[in-house]
């Protein structure tokens, strides 16, 4: 019997609940009605979360123009400068990779030519000049392999940090929405429930911030190991040539 009447009672009062619950005003999900609804502490962060996305962004277009360039002229060039050095004619395998200076592999392969170049005299080759060109091969690598790399780094921080920054964002605006409810003496969900969508927006902005980051810094990574193996793989063939050339003098 007791169960049967606070059935009843519930009931009977669920309207009343939830005329209190959103007794506050509708909240409104258009973008400028959020962003003049937000703290000045949301609004900062949502000002950071789109200078890093803007930021990011220009990292993708920038690097994805770049290894395509280098993958357009290393296909180019590769063959030009292997007919070239087949004919023994370093100085036009020079002049084409010259002519493809976007190449990762050109810029490679003219340091080590170059070296090779400027220690051969008269005819011999000394061991000296093979491994001088190697470590002109191993240098211009490295060089090779920071410029292919630039601008990942700040790719990989905006893609782990932009979650946090947005839920910074987040936590900031549930406390000003429950201290406007505590001034306004008000309760209810409604009497919150501006207040935490415009604050949960900001998480939601970090995190189309930061997936795209993500992605992108694993793909771009995975495209510069491929030019690293690339790189490894001329400079080898290069002082395999360069040991060719030195049996030949000295037969």
């Known amino acids: 019997m007791l169960v049967a009447n606070l059935a009843t009672l519930a009931l009977n009062h669920v309207p009343a609940v939830a005329t209190w619950m959103f007794q506050e005003e509708t909240v409104q999900w258009d973008p400028l009605a959020l962003w003049h609804h937000m703290g000045i502490v949301a609004r900062l962060v949502v000002i950071i979360l789109f200078i890093m996305s803007g930021w990011s962004i220009g990292v993708m277009i920038d690097r994805w123009m770049a290894f395509n360039a280098a993958r357009k002229q290393s296909r180019a060039f ?19 990779a ?6 990762h592999l050109a810029k490679v392969v003219t340091a080590g030519l170059m070296e090779f170049r400027a220690h051969q005299e008269s005819g011999e080759i000394p061991g000296e000049t093979i491994e001088a060109s190697k470590r002109a091969l191993e240098r211009t690598e490295a060089i090779v392999h920071a410029e292919l790399k630039r601008g990942l780094g700040g790719l990989a921080t905006i893609g782990s940090t932009a979650p946090f920054v947005g839920l910074f964002g987040t936590v900031m605006g549930i406390l000003n929405a429950f201290q406007e409810m505590s001034k306004s003496k008000t ?5 919150v429930a501006g207040g935490i969508s415009e604050a949960l927006v900001t998480t ?18 995975g495209r510069v190991e491929a030019f690293d193996v690339e790189m490894d793989n001329s400079s080898s063939e290069l002082i395999d040539y360069f040991l060719k050339r030195r049996g030949a003098v000295r037969r």
């Open 78 to 96: 590769a063959p030009a400068v292997a007919g070239a050095l087949r004919d023994g004619k370093i100085d036009e395998a020079i002049k084409v």
């Open 98 to 103: 010259e002519r493809n200076k976007k190449s």
């Open 187 to 191: 309760t209810g969900l409604g009497a």
């Open 204 to 221: 939601a902005i970090g995190l189309v911030v930061a997936i795209p980051a993500v992605m992108m810094f694993n793909y771009l990574t």
